[in-house]
């Protein structure tokens, strides 16, 4: 079982950048997807980025593509979601989550079993 504690949201204005952490609980040699996912209000929630365990390999979805980046630090169990050129359309309440299923799946955003409790980011025009 792996539990995750997002920080860094906050308040921030139409082109400002923010960037996220999470905190990863790990058992010595598990190896598993960390991701970010985001609820707008009123809307499903959605993908936005995966790291897989080494940190090497990244996806993401289509909102976040060109302006977010996703990192790991795997020394500190730690990922990052780096937003630039905010806009009030990211405005929602971002999730961490982790997945032990495989990359072709955690990839997209499938199959992720353990999630924090979010982090809200709200963006002002």
């Known amino acids: 079982q792996v539990h995750v504690t997002e920080s860094g949201g906050g308040l921030a204005q139409a082109g400002d950048s923010l960037r996220l952490s999470c905190a990863a609980s790990?058992?010595?040699?598990?190896?598993?997807?960390l991701g970010w996912f985001r609820q707008p209000p009123g809307r499903d929630r959605e993908f936005v980025a995966a790291?897989?365990?080494?940190?090497?390999?990244?996806s993401y979805g289509e909102s976040a593509k060109g302006r977010f980046t996703i990192s790991r630090d795997t020394a500190n169990s730690t990922v990052y979601l780096q937003m630039n050129n905010l806009t009030p359309e990211d405005t929602a309440l971002y999730y961490c989550a982790a997945a032990y299923g495989g990359w072709s799946s955690t990839s997209r955003g499938y199959d992720f079993d353990y999630w924090g409790r979010g982090t809200q980011v709200t963006v002002s025009s």
């Open positions: 790990e058992r010595t040699g598990s190896t598993y997807t």
């Open positions: 790291v897989n365990w080494s940190g090497r390999l990244t």
